[in-house]
């Protein structure tokens, strides 16, 4: 029998957050994933119809990144195991393993382009990208004469995972705020500067950063498998910044792949 791992979607995420699962599972020796389906679909955070688009779009094509099979069952009473789905329980696996499993990196032909990830969420707008920043790094990157791909991370128009992952991995460098895709970065050898300080209200700010402390994972933290062309910003999006941590890293005269 394959050791199977749990995970129940009327109380688990349909986000990039089950990276997380998937790579813990590939570490620790399980061969599947089993989705549970034998209740309604969570809808804390968004509507069902979104939450299985999600599943259809980044959860399934996850395992296959993660080399994992899948299944669907439909009782609690299937045997297997659950995992967390955060970075502090893939870093507790890592401790005690002393390794991961990193997600598959399919390349393209193509190479040596930055990415930049414009995040634009329909529940929290206040950890959408900086627009106008932004278009200030573009502007910076175009002048550097830097070949450049905007990638969107729009609910309404998903791009295919692997297509994704692809992209990231053939990348010179892949720029965002963090969470969301960036995880697909965190969890496999594609560079990355991902800009990590929450933004918002006052409110807003202080549940973020207790979220990440709830998890192990406080601000500062930087993942212990990452490789000389990641890195977590922990500083806004703000032009100055991304330019200033952009121009280091590249300086630096280290190549994807070091």
């Known amino acids: 029998m394959p050791r199977i791992v749990l995970y129940d979607l009327s109380v688990l995420p349909t986000t990039f957050d089950f990276a997380c699962t998937a790579v813990m599972a590939k570490t620790l020796g399980y061969e599947e994933v089993r989705f549970i389906v034998d209740k309604p679909m969570a809808i804390w955070k968004y509507p069902a119809e979104t939450g299985w688009k999600r599943w259809a779009n980044i959860l399934v094509p996850m395992c296959r990144l993660a080399d994992l099979s899948f299944s669907v069952g439909c009782t609690h009473a299937a045997q297997g195991d659950v995992l967390g789905y955060s970075t502090g329980n893939v870093v507790d696996v890592y401790k005690k393993t002393g390794r991961i499993e990193k997600l598959k990196a399919p390349k393209l032909e193509e190479n040596g382009y930055v990415t930049i990830t414009m995040r634009s969420s329909f529940r929290n707008k206040w950890r959408d990208s900086n627009v106008q920043e932004w278009q200030k790094v573009i502007k910076y990157l175009d002048e550097k004469g830097e070949r450049i791909v905007i990638l969107e991370d729009a609910e309404h128009q998903p791009m295919h995972l692997d297509y994704r992952m692809a992209l990231y991995s053939s990348a010179k460098m892949n720029l965002s705020v963090g969470n969301g ?37 406080p601000v500062g933290s930087q993942l212990p498998w990452r490789n000389k062309l990641q890195e977590i910003v922990w500083g806004p999006d703000d032009s100055e910044v991304i330019i200033q941590k952009y121009e280091e890293v590249i300086d630096s005269g280290i190549t994807v792949g070091v």
């Not at 700010?205 to 994972?217: D, I, P, R, S, T």
């Open 181 to 217: 895709p960036m995880v697909l970065c965190w969890l496999s050898e594609a560079p990355y500067l991902s800009f990590q300080l929450p933004k918002g209200t006052e409110k807003e700010y202080a549940n973020l950063v207790k979220q990440w402390e709830n998890m192990n994972f």
